[in-house]
């Protein structure tokens, strides 16, 4: 069994963790074990206590990259939902997961900052623009785009739906679980 | 697919990452996928900067509890052998595996006191006697012992082969892995 790694990279708000949630839900409904990992789960669970310097969030990436190798050399597709804003970082979890014989798919969800800070579902964007809320990736903190992402999801429009159908296709013309844990039913909620 | 955590507790030399090593390879060459959550790698990859009060051993083993849960419930076993002193943690770990449908087993790796601080194979016993290494357990932080555990190993005497054996023979008297993911070739090394 050949699990895989889907590492969603990009801005607060961009859509990482709507769109990862759809493509596990779909991806159960076809048998595969999937798990999300997001940032959410993984700094309140996993990282309790990192703060926002460079080595702390590159500390928070190896964890999560940690978790999910455990999970992907184990047949199961783990959803990555992170803003992994440096690039080496990133680097070095596709390089962990290739020697452990699983895939990596980077995928960038890439969103114009002014359409982030116009829709700022959270308030984040204004806070970080007022300066209240300090290093703030894309705004006070560095992001560095991929720059060869396996896929690049545009979430300036459409629909998260949309954005989840594009990875579907992706996993299908790629052959990418062809080897990956397939069973008739799976049934879990989210961490 | 229904996984099963091992949750190897015990003092420090007392054997747990030794004989949860062995099952582990007995079990993938029997086609099961495997995994050892050991002290070591948590306190390196998941846990730096954590230190030796209640709290942080108790943050530290929902840790270990979190990703042994995510490889369980995709049908891997996950073997934790972590000293995991306190017994309301343990329990914690245990109701939520249950409640996430994989089995949890804990299993307690018994040896006397005298006999560790013998061996002292890494000379912590020692360092812990004379004061120079604090918060050890069970002889200068608490070490609750398992009030009714599914399995307990004695290895004052014997080999841990022999009581690799017995883990294995447990398992197949309660049928636990009748559900666990199962494949051919199972190949990779520990973290």
Not at 101 to 126: I, M, P, Q, S
């Amino acid at each position: 069994m050949k699990g895989a790694i889907l590492w969603f990279t990009g801005l607060s708000g961009a859509g990482k963790t709507t769109i990862s949630r759809l493509v596990a839900e779909r991806l159960r409904r076809q048998g595969y074990r999937a798990e999300v990992l997001d940032g959410d789960l993984v700094r309140e669970h996993l990282s309790k206590g990192l703060g926002f310097s460079r080595e702390d969030r590159d500390t928070n990436v190896r964890r999560i990259g940690l978790v999910a190798r455990l999970l992907a050399r184990n047949g199961v597709v783990a959803l990555v939902a992170a803003i992994s804003p440096y690039r080496d970082a990133r680097e070095e979890a596709r390089r962990d997961t290739l020697a452990d014989k699983a895939h990596f798919v980077e995928v960038y969800v890439k969103c114009d900052l002014a359409t982030l800070a116009a829709r700022d579902v959270k308030g984040l964007y204004k806070k970080a623009a007022d300066g209240s809320l300090p290093n703030f990736t894309g705004v006070s903190d560095p992001y560095e785009e991929p720059a060869d992402p396996d896929l690049t999801l545009r979430t300036d429009a459409g629909t998260p739906d949309e954005r989840a159908a594009e990875v579907m296709e992706f996993i299908a013309r790629r052959r990418l679980l062809a080897d990956a844990a397939r069973e008739a039913d799976v049934r879990y909620p989210d961490y």
